[in-house]
């Protein structure tokens, strides 16, 4: 007899068979002893309805055109380049998008309401600084909506509220994603009336990074290639130099015309010949047929940016003298002494050549007139401030070579010479001579004449070594301290000598003193 908590009945889909393993109608789990009839093939054939056979449409992308436009000079490149990757990438042909700016982001809304009138869909993008409340952020926003409420062109309003430029940078590729499907979205919903029903062509997607249009401007395909390989890792110094060794397939040390255009497929330009001799020509700086690395990299740093520029422009006009606009040999002959040159005391060479040498080193390679323009001199450091990834660096390096005074942080000026001055009323205080370049190291009358000018009038007398130990007229007390109890092999304070500085560098004291002479030696 069966148990009854194992009389468990459940609903099955499942065919009973009979042991055995041979095949059972239901005649079989009946109890019938006569086996089931096979059914024949004919009779297990059904036709097949047309209309219920199921047909895959692939999506149409959505027709129309993507107005881009990105007000300020905060990362509009960046996040133009951002913006119209991400469209590329949502499905959308290059050929239907359209990127333009403005100056000022005040102008955004007017600007936004007048790319409507082309486009289909704007997608207004700035990056809004100095709003920690976000007041004008919700301002900028609430308008460009408006817009797009009121008119019939949708607008994406793609505000970035941040003050660091790396923050930004570092956001772009996620939130341009964001807006970009956003603004795809809403295109496919101002088109869906018009989509066609039968099943189209698969779309052309474009692979390329950034859209290369037919053209044969050099800065332009200089500034795709410079994008694309940074987006590759070619970022500062060691990722130039690692991208040049894997382009450089026999390691010949420098790049032929058909490594480069391996180069330009890698990164799936589509360029003819012509534009891969443009750009190639550009590294080529001595046309030699090949790019070696420090034009690969000068070429991809390329021009400075305002901060450096400045920073060497007011290089320039220290040297500059005579306020000339133009560096000759009297300019440097004010600011460097060429006596001591091994090969003026030698009598091998006088110092007009020694300091005509000098001046070249910043004069144009392709003509050397023995005058440097501004122009000459910022291209001199172009190629320095290649090699130097750091602007805070780069800044302390300008500063300290120029003897240029002023900086924050580890940026300040320390080569220009500190001096200790003795005022009227006693008190002592270390004061730098700002901006000493061609100052003789003992002239304590040009020193105090640059302190005068920035304002230290109450000087009684400068020390240009020493201590700051030096007496000085104290304050009367009311009883003189118990002098401190000796402890023996030491001498208390008001015994011991004041401290001296050495005199001049040895093995033992490498650092040079400071300020008066340049870090440019010659010889």
Same mark, same amino acid.
């Given at each position: 007899?069966?148990?009854?908590?194992?009389?468990?009945?459940?609903?099955?889909?499942?065919?009973?068979?009979?042991?055995?393993?041979?095949?059972?109608?239901?005649?079989?789990?009946?109890?019938?002893?006569?086996?089931?009839?096979?059914?024949?093939?004919?009779?297990?054939?059904?036709?097949?309805?047309?209309?219920?056979?199921?047909?895959?449409?692939?999506?149409?992308?959505?027709?129309?055109?993507?107005?881009?436009?990105?007000?300020?000079?905060?990362?509009?490149?960046?996040?133009?380049?951002?913006?119209?990757?991400?469209?590329?990438?949502?499905?959308?042909? @290059?050929?239907?998008?359209?990127?333009?700016?403005?100056?000022?982001?005040?102008?955004?809304? /007017?600007?936004?309401?007048?790319?409507?009138?082309?486009?289909?869909?704007?997608?207004?993008?700035?990056?809004?600084?100095?709003?920690?409340?976000?007041?004008? @952020?919700?301002?900028?926003?609430? &308008?460009?909506?408006?817009?797009?409420?009121?008119?019939?062109?949708?607008?994406?309003?793609?505000?970035?509220?941040?003050?660091?430029?790396?923050?930004?940078?570092?956001?772009?590729?996620?939130?341009?994603?964001?807006?970009?499907?956003?603004? +795809?979205?809403?295109?496919?919903?101002?088109?869906?009336?018009?989509?066609?029903?039968?099943?189209?062509?698969?779309?052309?997607?474009?692979?390329?990074?950034?859209?290369?249009?037919?053209?044969?401007?050099?800065?332009?395909?200089?500034?795709?290639?410079?994008?694309?390989?940074?987006?590759?890792?070619?970022?500062?110094?060691?990722?130039?130099?690692?991208?040049?060794?894997?382009?450089?397939?026999?390691?010949?040390?420098?790049?032929?015309?058909?490594?480069?255009?391996?180069?330009?497929s890698e990164h799936a330009f589509t360029w003819t010949d012509a534009q891969?001799?443009?750009?190639?020509?550009?590294?080529?700086?001595?046309?030699?047929?090949?790019?070696? /690395?420090?034009? =690969?990299?000068?070429?991809?740093?390329?021009?400075?940016?305002?901060?450096?520029?400045?920073?060497?422009?007011?290089?320039?006009?220290?040297?500059?003298?005579?306020?000339?606009?133009?560096?000759?040999?009297?300019?440097?002959?004010?600011? +460097?002494?060429?006596?001591?040159?091994?090969?003026?005391?030698?009598?091998?060479?006088?110092?007009?050549?020694?300091?005509?040498? =000098?001046?070249?080193? =910043?004069?144009?390679?392709?003509?050397?007139?023995?005058?440097?323009?501004?122009?000459? =001199?910022?291209? +001199? +450091?172009?190629?320095?401030?290649?090699?130097?990834?750091?602007?805070?660096y780069f800044e302390l390096m300008i500063r300290n070579a120029w003897h240029?005074s002023g900086g924050e942080g580890w940026c300040a000026n320390s080569s220009?010479?500190?001096?200790?001055?003795?005022?009227?009323?006693?008190?002592?205080?270390?004061?730098?001579?700002?901006?000493?370049?061609?100052?003789?190291?003992?002239?304590?009358?040009?020193?105090?004449?640059?302190?005068?000018?920035?304002?230290?009038?109450?000087?009684?007398?400068?020390?240009?070594?020493?201590?700051?130990?030096?007496?000085?007229?104290?304050?009367?007390? &009311? &009883?003189?301290?118990?002098?401190? &109890?000796?402890?023996?092999?030491?001498?208390?304070?008001?015994?011991?000598?004041?401290?001296?500085?050495?005199?001049?560098?040895?093995?033992?004291?490498?650092?040079?003193?400071?300020?008066?002479?340049?870090?440019?030696?010659?010889?």
């Amino acid at each position: 007899k069966m148990s009854n908590d194992l009389n468990i009945t459940r609903p099955t889909s499942r065919v009973i068979r009979a042991p055995g393993g041979s095949s059972a109608g239901m005649g079989n789990v009946l109890g019938s002893s006569e086996a089931a009839p096979k059914p024949s093939i004919s009779s297990e054939l059904t036709p097949v309805d047309e209309a219920e056979i199921e047909i895959e449409i692939k999506e149409v992308p959505p027709t129309g055109t993507v107005g881009v436009i990105v007000a300020g000079a905060i990362a509009s490149e960046e996040i133009k380049s951002a913006i119209v990757k991400a469209l590329v990438l949502e499905g959308l042909s @290059t050929s239907n998008i359209t990127v333009s700016t403005v100056a000022d982001m005040g102008v955004l809304p /007017y600007a936004t309401l007048n790319l409507a009138k082309t486009v289909n869909i704007v997608i207004a993008s700035s990056v809004v600084t100095h709003d920690p409340n976000g007041v004008e @952020t919700q301002a900028l926003t609430t &308008a460009l909506l408006n817009i797009g409420i009121q008119g019939t062109v949708p607008v994406v309003p793609a505000l970035i509220t941040l003050d660091s430029l790396l923050e930004v940078k570092a956001l772009l590729p996620t939130i341009s994603v964001k807006w970009a499907k956003i603004a +795809y979205g809403s295109l496919k919903l101002s088109g869906d009336a018009a989509l066609p029903v039968e099943t189209p062509a698969e779309p052309d997607i474009p692979v390329t990074v950034l859209h290369t249009p037919a053209i044969d401007d050099r800065d332009t395909l200089l500034h795709l290639l410079r994008e694309s390989l940074k987006e590759h890792g070619a970022r500062g110094i060691i990722g130039i130099g690692r991208k040049f060794r894997i382009v450089d397939d026999d390691k010949s040390g420098t790049i032929d015309l058909a490594e480069f255009t391996k180069m330009i497929s890698e990164h799936a330009f589509t360029w003819t010949d012509a534009q891969i001799k443009i750009v190639f020509s550009s590294f080529d700086k001595d046309k030699s047929g090949s790019i070696n /690395y420090d034009e =690969f990299l000068v070429t991809l740093r390329g021009e400075m940016n305002d901060r450096r520029r400045q920073l060497v422009l007011m290089a320039f006009e220290i040297l500059d003298a005579d306020k000339s606009g133009v560096v000759e040999i009297n300019d440097i002959s004010e600011k +460097y002494n060429a006596k001591k040159h091994p090969d003026v005391i030698s009598g091998k060479r006088t110092e007009e050549s020694v300091l005509r040498e =000098f001046l070249d080193t =910043f004069d144009s390679p392709d003509e050397k007139d023995g005058k440097v323009t501004a122009e000459e =001199f910022c291209n +001199y +450091y172009s190629n320095v401030s290649a090699s130097i990834d750091n602007d805070d660096y780069f800044e302390l390096m300008i500063r300290n070579a120029w003897h240029i005074s002023g900086g924050e942080g580890w940026c300040a000026n320390s080569s220009c010479r500190r001096v200790l001055v003795i005022h009227t009323d006693g008190r002592q205080t270390v004061e730098e001579i700002k901006n000493d370049i061609g100052m003789k190291a003992d002239d304590k009358e040009a020193m105090l004449k640059n302190l005068v000018a920035q304002g230290i009038t109450d000087i009684q007398s400068i020390e240009l070594k020493g201590s700051t130990a030096a007496a000085s007229t104290p304050e009367p007390a &009311a &009883a003189a301290p118990a002098p401190p &109890a000796k402890v023996a092999g030491i001498k208390p304070p008001h015994e011991q000598a004041p401290f001296v500085p050495p005199k001049s560098a040895s093995k033992f004291n490498p650092r040079r003193e400071p300020g008066g002479a340049s870090s440019i030696i010659f010889g």
